[in-house]
């Protein structure tokens, strides 16, 4: 959680560095579109090689080598030599590695956790991260950023490698796995984690929900600095606001996430979180108002937390346990592949329509994904069971 509290200042901060380098929305898109590139091109290999080794030590290596990275960085923009190009090579370089960690991530939580508690275990987690991340984060950006644009850098620098530390210090037992096959190849591995997504009927139409989501989201975030700055003209502050306000409302996701499903069951808990989010991006693109924004910002933060706990989890429930990794990152590459096309299809709508189109075009996307849900909610007819909440952890000391 350390680290998501320097993501938070980075990924803050990287759009503000991009608005004082150029005001053309499609080469501001093209950060974002960066920053989920890897996922296509790395996504697949870093979740076969999350199979295959200790999760933990992947963990605080990549962390290491991210802190010297962004380290690096902070050196370079506090020396006044920031470009487009670094911010495009920084956003690229850190999900390139973030394919690893996130997998390994993924796959080493149900060795900690038991699968019956896997849903309150993500709830925690991720609502842990927005309080240390998303919450604390926001509002002092703009303080570090006036001071000194390479201040939030320079911290997210300094979280990464305490993460990587504190990672390195866990005592976990060593991953059980069976022998793998003789003449048994990554790219095999790879497949099998392909075939058992494709095959499982609950998780084809979320992967494929969460797809066009992250379409929308990718066109959303990707311009939403100039939405807040240009559009609504509420400044730095304003946009600040924006991230603190989702922060909150992710918190709140996370204490609601499970009580939500209790009553309807994971999938169709995500039906719920994508008619409400639909409903706020079009609140946030129609009514040019701060508070509208406002908002739309705080409704789609519930509902976005809601949505990752329940996939999540239900891609963790639903994966063979020797599997994990490799399904994680054939869902992981499907779905977040949409991501980059939606950052550059955000600025190439946002420069022909105006600078709020991005978000109307977002509720589009999130409605057809609530309609190719319909079929996983169906299916998913059971409830979430009342003692899904406290963690069996294996941790030895």
Same mark, same amino acid.
Request: proline letters at 5%; a positive charge.
């Given at each position: ?141 703009? %303080? ?41 190849? +990554? ?36 311009? +939403? ?74 409704? +789609? ?39 980059? +096309?939606?950052?550059? %299809? ?52």
């Amino acid at each position: 959680m350390i680290s998501r509290f320097g993501d938070a200042l980075r990924t803050t901060a990287l759009p503000l560095l991009a608005v004082r380098l150029t005001d053309n929305p499609l080469v501001i898109a093209s950060v974002t579109a960066c920053a989920y590139l890897p996922w296509l091109l790395f996504g697949l290999l870093g979740g076969a090689v999350a199979d295959r080794v200790d999760q933990r030590r992947a963990m605080w290596a990549v962390d290491t080598v991210r802190g010297l990275l962004v380290a690096a960085f902070a050196l370079t923009v506090a020396l006044g030599h920031a470009s487009i190009p670094l911010l495009l090579a920084l956003a690229f370089l850190l999900t390139t590695l973030q394919t690893l960690f996130d997998n390994a991530a993924t796959a080493l939580l149900p060795s900690l956790v038991a699968r019956t508690a896997l849903g309150g275990a993500n709830a925690r987690l991720m609502t842990g991260q927005q309080l240390a991340g998303g919450l604390s984060a926001a509002p002092v950006v703009p %303080l570090l950023f006036g001071v000194g644009a390479f201040l939030p850098f320079a911290a997210d620098a300094v979280t990464y490698l305490l993460a990587a530390a504190l990672v390195a210090s866990l005592r976990t037992h060593p991953p059980e796995r069976e022998p793998r096959p003789a003449g048994s190849t +990554l790219r095999a591995e790879i497949g099998a984690g392909l075939r058992a997504l494709w095959r499982d009927r609950v998780l084809r139409p979320v992967c494929l929900a969460t797809l066009l989501c992250n379409i929308g989201m990718g066109a959303l975030i990707a311009t +939403l600095v100039l939405h807040v700055t240009h559009w609504l003209r509420a400044g730095s502050s304003g946009f600040a606001a924006a991230m603190t306000v989702y922060a909150v409302g992710s918190l709140a996701g996370g204490f609601v996430a499970q009580r939500i499903a209790r009553r309807t069951g994971r999938a169709r808990a995500l039906l719920l979180g994508g008619t409400v989010q639909t409903a706020s991006l079009l609140l946030i693109g129609g009514v040019r108002h701060l508070g509208a924004l406002l908002a739309g910002m705080l409704l +789609l933060g519930v509902m976005n937390m809601v949505w990752n706990v329940h996939q999540v989890t239900l891609m963790q429930q639903r994966s063979p346990e020797a599997m994990v990794g490799r399904i994680s990152s054939a869902f992981r590459t499907a779905s977040t592949s949409g991501a980059p +096309l939606g950052a550059l %299809l955000g600025g190439t709508v946002a420069a022909a329509l105006g600078l709020n189109a991005p978000a109307l075009l977002a509720a589009l996307l999130f409605a057809l994904a609530v309609i190719s849900l319909i079929p996983a909610g169906r299916a998913d007819v059971s409830v979430v069971a009342p003692q899904d909440g406290p963690t069996a952890a294996h941790v030895t000391g």
